[in-house]
């Protein structure tokens, strides 16, 4: 959502340039290493807890992940970026099979 928000405000302000976007996980100084987990069992089903993802690992920390897009960019190649900024937060925790859906 605060993508699609920064390229909008960004375009109005008109600014043609290149505008970075940072996914950061804030942690809130939790003493605990973060999962990745899904709520996916496979072929279309959903279960209602969440769970940690089977063959990820834990990490004490998230590295910030970065992408830079046109202020004037179509939305396809914006869907890319998120997509981008998605594996690169979730490649972290080892989840090598990333299907982020339109």
Do not use: K, W
Request: proline letters at 5%.
């Amino acid at each position: 959502m605060e993508f699609a928000v920064a390229t909008t405000h960004a375009r109005r302000r008109g600014h043609t340039g290149r505008t970075l976007i940072e996914a950061r996980v804030l942690t809130a100084g939790a003493p605990y290493a973060l999962a990745a987990v899904d709520n996916h069992v496979g072929q279309g089903m959903y279960v209602e807890i969440m769970d940690v993802i089977p063959g990820t690992r834990t990490t004490p920390r998230v590295t910030p992940a970065q992408t830079e897009v046109a202020a004037d960019a179509e939305p396809d190649e914006l869907r890319g970026a998120v997509r981008q900024l998605n594996e690169d937060v979730l490649h972290q925790f080892s989840v090598l099979n990333i299907d982020i859906s339109e």
